[in-house]
């Protein structure tokens, strides 16, 4: 063991070391048989990542395809058949295949990295989640053949993302298109689970010496709040979906109207799931925005007591707000007052986070990278995101607005403008930690331009037909409308995202061979994934860190003002 | 550098223990066990076959994940380099702000006592009702139209009532008028005894006759969108005068009730929460101007 150079603390000796990776010099055959046999979490983390980066190239040319089709009035560029299938895959290949893997993938690579562990609590468990969610997307996927039965021509589910019942009855959709949705979605849940146990597991029983759960980085407390609303989520999906196939299959009629069933009771069921899911996929995105707006800020984040609280209280607030999705199925006037206040009071926690960032970020000494880029520009577009989720709480305001382009633009300002634009961030961030190279930052530049200018173009303009009163899910419309230089604006910024995202796969792809060499710390870091090789060895840290504060590397950069001298 | 698989107890005699980490073996198990399953559900929507195939090859993996972790679990030794990377101080040293140990308070240092935003909120609450009421009794000759205006926002059966309704007693109104105008002014006289002492010079004018201005617009053009009908039937003046009334008398009592030194009186780089030592400091700046 070397000498360190610089006196280091005796509570944080054994927090950095850096050990060069054994080299893999195996055939490709033999690299591709270490991958699927690999119960490593950085590799699972890795392949989770890579999955979804797939579908969301995926997901995105059926995003392109639905404004090629709405740019024009009248338009018959794809047939309606085809349009149904490409906005019920679209939103349902975002929501399960694109943003729970790639978030669990961050998850998988950085929670044992940050908690000083070698790996997570079931590594077997870990590899068992990640093929099961896999095999569930191929098999999402394979119903574009197989939908209506081998001997069929094959389609994929048209039903919507929330598959609305009656609608997905065995009379309204007969053959296999709803069968698919379903059982994939059943098996997907499986490994969605299946992670979260993983998570909660490791991080209660894996954290290392002196890492007590206020000393945590705040990405792993928002992950295990995440896993805690996956395990109460994903069961009513479950179970709706159980329903939903005893219906189509045994005869059974939870769902059908027409036998005493209730479709009022599969939209319970589906947004109890349906809404806690958005806060599964935006609290990861809050979670690198913990990490990365305090190291671009040089600041520590602020409030981090009110920020943990304030992730847990997003947490419970958002298991009783499902019915807000429900204002227009009809409901009391307590069950409207009770869901409109129940919406607002997640502004509460959530305004806690936004003033926090803030904070941090006021009289810091800012260093604008593209990963801090795009955490600035989350910043600005969450807020609009949430302004217009408190318009449509209003249950009033959800009455003339709902289900109309309106809505869409507010959930894609989530999505995309939160959730999409955060999970770029993390790339930027931690791709010279996962493949040891540094992105290519003037590419960085021209991806997070191109993709503001188109996310503003798109979904800036696209609540305007909605308030206009342009339908969601609407095949086509009428020039005499008015909503035409709108749609077409809109399609526009779309095809701008969507070269904003070829810049970023070719600097992925670029920089993985070409890249500058990133070193352990490539952007003066304080959490312990900072303090091994890049990439980690199988291994993470040869010597079990002990940590003395919420910044360890801190510590040890700052011997004359560590952060353990005042926690 | 990997090592053969072998079980914990091999390990713990192996002599590269000292230099070597155990990890769990790599192993197909896990993704076999995924494929079966998957293969199970496929046959749903499939062929048959599809469940059999899938049920073996399940049974097989399971079969195999017990073996990986029974009665041992496979590990895998990984040798050991550690170097310690020698740490370069950030070149950014960290500078303290030499003020005393109030440096970091944040102002104001005292505030009003909750109950005194209480008291407030009651006071204003109930001087309030007297605009209100005057104009119901003058204009409608009713004491209740007021009442049932605000209680019936939370009378679920009660859509778009008449006139003759809204000036007549309803228990169910009246019961929720109560709660509302109860919660709701406690809330924002408590809101007052929290901000007053914040806020820069002249806070009742604030208090007491912008922010109800401001609230009353507000609510004006929120209403024209939640409820036009409501918005219909409220007489604006009265209902700002209300307001108005509201926030002098909650801010006039908060005020009154609290003993504080107004923050107008120091600069604003130390209302805005700026470290501005020299311009207000603690204890010491103010003993070193005495």
Same mark, same amino acid.
């Given at each position: 063991?070397?000498?360190?150079?610089?006196?280091?603390?005796?509570?944080?000796?054994?927090?950095?070391?850096?050990?060069?990776?054994?080299?893999?010099?195996?055939?490709y055959?033999?690299?591709?048989?270490?991958?699927?046999?690999t119960?490593?979490?950085?590799?699972?983390?890795?392949?989770?990542i890579?999955?979804?980066?797939i579908?969301?190239?995926?997901?995105?040319?059926?995003?392109?395809?639905?404004?090629?089709?709405?740019?024009?009035?009248?338009n018959?560029?794809?047939?309606p058949l085809?349009?149904?299938?490409?906005?019920?895959?679209?939103?349902?290949?975002?929501?399960?295949?694109?943003?729970?893997?790639?978030?669990?993938g961050?998850?998988?690579?950085?929670?044992?990295?940050?908690?000083?562990?070698?790996?997570?609590?079931?590594?077997?468990l870990?590899?068992?989640?990640?093929?099961?969610?896999?095999?569930?997307?191929?098999l999402?996927y394979?119903?574009?053949?197989?939908?209506?039965?081998?001997?069929?021509?094959?389609?994929?589910?048209?039903v919507?993302?929330?598959?609305?019942?009656?609608?997905t009855?065995?009379?309204?959709?007969p053959?296999?298109?709803?069968?698919?949705?379903?059982?994939?979605?059943?098996?997907?849940?499986?490994g969605?689970?299946g992670?979260?146990?993983?998570?909660?597991?490791?991080?209660?029983?894996?954290?290392?010496?002196?890492?007590?759960?206020?000393?945590?980085?705040?990405?792993?407390?928002?992950?295990?709040?995440?896993?805690?609303?996956?395990?109460?989520?994903?069961g009513?999906?479950?179970?709706?979906?159980?329903?939903?196939?005893?219906?189509?299959?045994?005869?059974?009629?939870?769902?059908?109207?027409?036998?005493?069933?209730?479709?009022?009771?599969?939209?319970?069921?589906?947004?109890?799931?349906?809404?806690?899911?958005?806060?599964?996929?935006?609290?990861?995105?809050?979670?690198?925005?913990?990490?990365?707006?305090p190291?671009?800020?040089?600041?520590?984040?602020?409030?981090?007591?009110?920020?943990?609280?304030?992730?847990v209280?997003?947490?419970?607030?958002s298991l009783?707000?499902?019915?807000?999705?429900?204002?227009?199925?009809?409901?009391?006037?307590?069950?409207?007052?009770?869901?409109?206040?129940?919406t607002?009071l997640?502004?509460?926690?959530?305004?806690?986070?936004?003033?926090?960032?803030?904070?941090?970020?006021?009289?810091?000494?800012?260093?604008f990278t593209?990963?801090?880029?795009?955490?600035?520009?989350f910043?600005?577009?969450?807020?609009?995101?949430?302004?217009?989720g408190?318009m449509?709480?209003v249950?009033?305001?959800?009455?003339?607005?709902h289900?109309?382009?309106?809505?869409?633009?507010?959930?894609?300002?989530?999505?995309?403008?939160?959730?999409?634009?955060?999970?770029?961030?993390?790339?930027?961030?931690?791709?010279?930690?996962?493949?040891?190279?540094?992105?290519?930052?003037?590419?960085?530049?021209?991806?997070?331009?191109?993709?503001l200018?188109?996310?503003?173009?798109?979904?800036d303009?696209?609540?305007?037909?909605?308030?206009?009163?342009?339908?969601?899910?609407?095949?086509?419309?009428?020039?005499?409308?008015?909503?035409?230089?709108?749609?077409?604006?809109?399609?526009?910024?779309?095809?701008i995202?969507?070269?904003?995202v070829?810049?970023?796969?070719?600097?992925?792809?670029?920089s993985?061979?070409?890249?500058a060499?990133?070193?352990?710390?490539?952007?003066?870091?304080?959490t312990?994934?900072?303090?091994?090789?890049?990439?980690?060895?199988?291994?993470?840290?040869?010597?079990?860190?002990?940590?003395?504060?919420?910044?360890?590397?801190?510590?040890?950069?700052?011997?004359?003002?560590?952060?353990?001298?005042?926690? | 550098?990997?090592?053969?698989?072998?079980?914990?107890?091999?390990?713990?005699?192996?002599?590269?223990e000292?230099?070597?980490?155990?990890?769990?073996?790599?192993t197909?198990?896990?993704?076999?066990?995924?494929?079966?399953?998957?293969?199970?559900?496929?046959?749903?929507?499939?062929?048959?076959?599809l469940?059999?195939?899938?049920?073996?090859?399940?049974?097989?993996?399971?079969?195999?994940?017990?073996?990986?972790?029974l009665?041992?679990?496979?590990?895998?030794?990984?040798?050991?380099?550690?170097?310690?990377?020698?740490?370069?101080?950030?070149?950014?040293?960290?500078?303290?702000?030499?003020v005393?140990?109030?440096?970091?308070?944040?102002?104001?240092?005292?505030?009003f006592?909750?109950?005194?935003?209480?008291?407030?909120?009651?006071?204003?609450?109930?001087?309030?009702?007297?605009?209100?009421? %005057?104009?119901?009794? +003058?204009?409608?000759?009713?004491?209740?139209? *007021? $009442?049932? &205006? @605000?209680? !019936?926002?939370?009378?679920?059966?009660?859509?778009?009532?008449?006139?003759?309704?809204?000036?007549h007693?309803? %228990?169910?109104?009246? +019961?929720?008028?109560?709660?509302?105008?109860? *919660? $709701?002014? &406690? @809330?924002? !006289?408590?809101?007052?005894g929290?901000?007053?002492?914040?806020?820069?010079?002249?806070?009742?004018?604030?208090?007491?006759?912008v922010?109800?201005?401001?609230?009353?617009?507000?609510?004006?053009?929120a &209403?024209?969108?939640?409820?036009?009908?409501?918005?219909?039937?409220?007489?604006?003046?009265?209902?700002?005068?209300?307001?108005?009334?509201?926030?002098?008398?909650?801010?006039y009592?908060?005020?009154?009730?609290?003993? &504080?030194?107004?923050?107008?009186?120091?600069?604003?780089?130390?209302?805005?929460?700026?470290?501005?030592p020299?311009?207000?400091?603690?204890?010491?700046?103010?003993g070193?101007?005495?």
């Amino acid at each position: 063991m070397a000498t360190p150079t610089i006196p280091i603390p005796d509570h944080v000796e054994g927090a950095f070391d850096e050990t060069q990776p054994p080299k893999f010099r195996g055939t490709y055959l033999e690299k591709v048989h270490g991958w699927v046999v690999t119960v490593d979490h950085k590799k699972i983390g890795l392949m989770y990542i890579s999955y979804a980066l797939i579908f969301l190239l995926v997901a995105g040319a059926e995003a392109l395809a639905i404004r090629v089709q709405l740019a024009r009035p009248e338009n018959t560029a794809i047939s309606p058949l085809v349009y149904n299938r490409i906005f019920t895959m679209h939103g349902t290949t975002m929501v399960f295949l694109v943003g729970m893997p790639i978030l669990f993938g961050f998850g998988n690579y950085l929670i044992p990295l940050m908690i000083g562990a070698r790996d997570m609590a079931f590594p077997r468990l870990n590899a068992f989640s990640f093929w099961i969610s896999a095999f569930a997307g191929i098999l999402l996927y394979y119903s574009f053949i197989g939908g209506l039965g081998l001997s069929g021509t094959g389609t994929a589910p048209d039903v919507g993302w929330f598959a609305y019942a009656p609608l997905t009855e065995k009379p309204f959709s007969p053959g296999h298109t709803v069968d698919y949705w379903a059982v994939s979605l059943l098996a997907n849940g499986i490994g969605s689970i299946g992670t979260a146990i993983n998570i909660i597991a490791t991080i209660f029983s894996m954290r290392c010496k002196g890492m007590t759960l206020f000393r945590m980085p705040l990405l792993p407390w928002v992950y295990l709040t995440m896993s805690g609303l996956v395990l109460v989520a994903i069961g009513p999906l479950t179970a709706a979906q159980v329903m939903l196939l005893v219906d189509r299959y045994l005869g059974g009629h939870f769902f059908d109207t027409q036998m005493g069933g209730s479709s009022i009771l599969w939209a319970h069921f589906f947004w109890i799931f349906g809404h806690p899911e958005v806060y599964i996929l935006v609290l990861p995105a809050f979670a690198f925005a913990n990490e990365i707006i305090p190291v671009f800020s040089r600041k520590a984040i602020f409030g981090y007591p009110a920020m943990v609280a304030a992730t847990v209280g997003i947490g419970f607030i958002s298991l009783g707000v499902w019915a807000h999705h429900m204002f227009t199925i009809g409901m009391t006037s307590f069950g409207n007052a009770f869901f409109t206040l129940s919406t607002m009071l997640v502004s509460i926690p959530t305004g806690i986070k936004t003033f926090n960032w803030l904070a941090t970020l006021w009289g810091g000494k800012i260093r604008f990278t593209t990963a801090m880029l795009f955490s600035v520009g989350f910043l600005f577009q969450w807020l609009i995101a949430g302004l217009t989720g408190i318009m449509l709480s209003v249950s009033a305001w959800d009455w003339q607005l709902h289900n109309s382009y309106f809505v869409v633009a507010h959930f894609h300002y989530v999505l995309v403008g939160g959730i999409l634009f955060m999970i770029f961030a993390a790339i930027y961030y931690w791709f010279p930690k996962m493949t040891g190279r540094m992105l290519n930052e003037r590419l960085g530049k021209w991806h997070f331009w191109l993709m503001l200018v188109g996310f503003h173009l798109t979904f800036d303009l696209m609540h305007v037909p909605g308030v206009l009163g342009m339908p969601r899910q609407i095949y086509t419309y009428q020039a005499d409308r008015g909503w035409t230089v709108w749609n077409e604006f809109i399609s526009l910024g779309g095809f701008i995202q969507g070269a904003a995202v070829l810049v970023l796969v070719y600097n992925m792809v670029h920089s993985y061979f070409r890249g500058a060499v990133a070193g352990p710390d490539p952007w003066d870091g304080w959490t312990l994934e900072w303090s091994t090789a890049s990439p980690p060895p199988d291994y993470n840290f040869a010597v079990e860190p002990v940590v003395a504060s919420r910044r360890p590397l801190w510590d040890l950069k700052h011997p004359e003002d560590p952060d353990s001298a005042v926690e | 550098m990997t090592t053969p698989i072998a079980s914990s107890q091999d390990a713990k005699a192996s002599h590269h223990e000292r230099n070597s980490v155990h990890l769990p073996a790599p192993t197909p198990w896990p993704m076999l066990l995924a494929l079966g399953f998957a293969l199970v559900f496929a046959a749903l929507v499939t062929s048959q076959g599809l469940a059999y195939l899938g049920l073996a090859i399940a049974v097989y993996a399971a079969i195999g994940w017990f073996r990986q972790v029974l009665p041992e679990e496979h590990v895998i030794h990984i040798e050991v380099e550690t170097e310690v990377v020698a740490i370069q101080p950030s070149n950014r040293t960290v500078t303290r702000i030499d003020v005393d140990e109030t440096h970091r308070a944040q102002l104001p240092l005292k505030t009003f006592t909750w109950i005194s935003g209480v008291k407030g909120g009651i006071a204003g609450g109930i001087a309030m009702v007297i605009p209100a009421e %005057l104009y119901g009794l +003058i204009r409608f000759h009713s004491l209740w139209y *007021v $009442v049932n &205006l @605000l209680g !019936g926002a939370g009378v679920g059966d009660w859509t778009n009532p008449t006139m003759e309704q809204l000036t007549h007693f309803r %228990l169910s109104a009246f +019961i929720t008028a109560n709660i509302i105008q109860g *919660v $709701v002014t &406690l @809330l924002v !006289g408590v809101l007052y005894g929290a901000m007053l002492p914040l806020w820069p010079k002249r806070p009742v004018l604030l208090g007491g006759i912008v922010a109800p201005v401001l609230w009353t617009g507000l609510l004006y053009g929120a &209403l024209n969108i939640v409820n036009p009908y409501l918005r219909g039937k409220i007489d604006w003046w009265s209902f700002a005068a209300s307001q108005v009334l509201f926030g002098v008398v909650a801010g006039y009592t908060v005020s009154r009730l609290g003993d &504080l030194k107004s923050l107008a009186q120091v600069p604003l780089a130390v209302r805005l929460g700026v470290e501005s030592p020299g311009l207000e400091g603690g204890e010491r700046d103010r003993g070193q101007r005495r």
